[in-house]
């Protein structure tokens, strides 16, 4: 097994429909250590996100039981969050990081972590 720091993917942006941003590979456990959040817009954007465990092998579905922050950005504001200890663990192949935004496409995101594949 390698292990893997830094940006776990490129940077995106985030959808404006709930969605996964970071799927866990197969064969893989993932530590997401941090996130970056930019809010390109110039109007307010509302950022939510969510830890979302597989469903049956399959990428499982965002709910309230699973959200983790919700976050209003002002315009062209940047955000940094460090997750405390290992941070967050995706064990499994297709547990996912899923986000949804205001606007589609306005606000960019990029995780940072380890990966032990």
Request: charged content about 10%; proline content about 5%.
């Amino acid at each position: 097994m390698a292990i893997v720091r830094g940006p776990l993917a490129n940077i995106a942006t985030l959808p404006s429909t709930v969605g996964a941003i970071y799927t866990n590979p197969a064969s893989t456990k993932t530590f997401i250590k941090g996130v970056t959040l930019f809010n390109g817009n110039t109007s307010p954007e509302t950022v939510k996100l969510y830890n979302v465990p597989n469903s049956g092998g399959s990428v499982g579905t965002a709910a309230a039981t699973n959200q983790f922050t919700e976050i209003s950005l002002v315009a062209k504001e940047t955000f940094f969050y460090e997750f405390p200890g290992d941070g967050i663990a995706l064990g499994s192949t297709n547990d996912s990081i899923q986000g949804v935004t205001t606007t589609a496409n306005l606000v960019t995101y990029q995780w940072s972590g380890v990966k032990d594949a």
